[in-house]
């Protein structure tokens, strides 16, 4: 059973920046795909960053390009994504998800498993 578990989430304000962490547990994730997703209340969840475990290819949403930045530990077994410069916008609970193949998608539902959670808080 895989397991991911973020951490990082919090408050800050506009301009600042927080690193958000995904540990992930229960298989060998060589041949996956993990991702960022984000859901702001009254929203759709929408797709932030995705990362092949072999960390050879990254993908990123328009609005979080240049900005954000994702990366993986392997010895840690953990994803991590850098957020600099945010925006009040970026405002909602991110989610970290992993996929049990190396082609990255976009869509939630290419993603087979979920963590919990964890809330960003940007103001202005």
């Known amino acids: 059973q895989v397991q991911l578990v973020e951490s990082g989430g919090g408050l800050v304000q506009a301009g600042g920046s927080l690193r958000l962490s995904c540990a992930a547990s229960g298989r060998t994730f060589s041949t996956y795909t993990l991702g960022w997703f984000r859901q702001a209340p009254g929203k759709e969840r929408e797709f932030v960053a995705a990362?092949?475990?072999?960390?050879?290819?990254?993908y990123y949403a328009d609005p979080v390009k240049g900005r954000f930045t994702i990366s993986r530990d392997n010895a840690k077994n953990t994803v991590y994504l850098q957020m600099n410069s945010l925006k009040p916008e970026d405002t909602a609970v991110y989610h970290c998800a992993a996929r049990p193949a190396i082609g990255i998608v976009t869509t939630s539902r290419g993603y087979d498993y979920w963590g919990q959670g964890t809330q960003v808080t940007v103001s202005s």
């Open positions: 990362i092949r475990w072999s960390g050879d290819r990254t």
